[in-house]
Nanobody
């Protein structure tokens, strides 16, 4: 049974940086596109960023994070990362990872949601 585990969140000031990590127990991410999502307080969960399998083809980002966030994967370590720079208060959310079955069909997912990791950006 696969369990997604997100880590790396925390409290930072506006303009700061964080690097989030996503790992899975039970199996590797081999063959899967991987993506990050976030859910702000009182809001729905939304797509943030994605990277293709094996990772050398394409990435995609929500307009709100383009130029600030970078998604990457290390297949040897079975880990997906989200480098978050120039953070803004509106980035405050719980961040989750998952595996979309189809590119740009971000809601069709392989795994159950994990617990996510909290990112809080103070102004």
């Amino acid at each position: 049974q696969v369990q997604l585990v997100e880590s790396g969140g925390g409290l930072v000031q506006t303009g700061g940086s964080l690097r989030l990590s996503c790992a899975a127990s039970g199996r590797t991410f081999s063959g899967n596109h991987m993506a990050w999502y976030r859910q702000a307080p009182g809001k729905e969960r939304h797509f943030v960023a994605a990277v293709t399998w094996p990772g050398g083809s394409s990435t995609d980002y929500a307009d709100s994070v383009k130029g600030r966030f970078t998604i990457s994967r290390d297949n040897a370590k079975n880990t997906v990362y989200l480098q978050m720079n120039s953070l803004k208060p509106e980035d405050t959310a719980i961040y989750y990872c998952n595996a979309p079955r189809l590119w740009r069909r971000w809601e069709n997912l392989v795994y159950e949601w994990g617990q996510g990791t909290q990112v809080t950006v103070s102004s």
